[in-house]
């Protein structure tokens, strides 16, 4: 369970991760990276290629273990979690957003957003009236019956983001949100966010390469080599 509202809800102390590249090179992606998030802030994340951030985010959301040091999310540690107790608690207290979407075709919108819920257990009365709120939230509520065919790219980004709000988390993490999206639809997903901060006091650490997304957080955390330099 998420600690109190006085506790930053991301601390993470000299983390570090290396991967193996299979050829015998050791890729050193995080190098002793010290990161605090306060609650309900938008917080960018930025850098060249290669540079770390998905790979921070990974780390930091507990999809990714890392080598050395500690993170907490709202207190939580997540480095003394076995994997069934850490991906239990990515599902009740966290949200993902990706820039592929990870829809099911053959579902429509409604019942893209409930699968998380149905496989967690909620009963289908229950799941499906809280993704039709989630849908509602995003501005998709006319468009439930609707398989993602039928949508466009801006919509189904904000179906990914209904299906990242039905556990009402407190933190959201999206990589590259609006990386496959137009400038203006892209634009119109970014004000979704704010205005879902806003409203929630919903925290979002958004991994992007556009200088326009970023400029519009509330602070760009800057990388390059696994390092951060600039927050």
């Known amino acids: 369970?998420?600690?109190?509202?006085?506790?930053?809800?991301?601390?993470?102390?000299?983390?570090?991760?290396?991967?193996?590249?299979?050829?015998?090179?050791?890729?050193?992606?995080?190098?002793?990276?010290?990161?605090?998030?306060?609650?309900?802030?938008?917080v960018g994340v930025m850098g060249p290629s290669g540079c770390g951030k998905t790979t921070l985010l990974n780390c930091l959301s507990g999809l990714d273990d890392i080598d050395e040091g500690e993170i907490k999310i709202g207190g939580v540690s997540l480095r003394g979690m076995d994997d069934d107790t850490r991906t239990d608690y990515r599902a009740r207290e966290m949200g993902f957003v990706f820039q592929l979407y990870n829809l099911l075709p053959v579902l429509s919108a409604v019942e893209n957003v409930e699968l998380p819920m149905l496989v967690g257990g909620v009963n289908s009365r229950e799941a499906r009236r809280r993704a039709m709120d989630s849908l509602e939230m995003v501005g998709l509520g006319d468009w439930a019956a609707h398989r993602p065919a039928e949508l466009s790219g801006g919509q189904r980004q904000?179906?990914?983001?209904?299906r990242a709000l039905v556990n009402d988390p407190e933190i959201i993490w999206a990589d590259e949100p609006t990386g496959d999206l137009d400038s203006e639809t892209a634009q119109e997903i970014m004000e979704l966010i704010l205005d879902l901060n806003e409203r929630n006091r919903q925290t979002f650490i958004i991994v992007t390469h556009a200088q326009e997304i970023g400029d519009q957080c509330h602070r760009i955390v800057r990388m390059r080599d696994g390092r951060i330099e600039e927050q």
Do not use: Q, W
């Open 158 to 162: 904000r179906v990914t983001i209904a």
């Open 1 to 42: 369970m998420i600690d109190s509202v006085d506790t930053p809800i991301v601390i993470a102390s000299g983390i570090h991760k290396t991967y193996n590249s299979g050829k015998g090179v050791v890729v050193h992606a995080i190098r002793g990276i010290d990161l605090t998030v306060e609650r309900a802030e938008v």
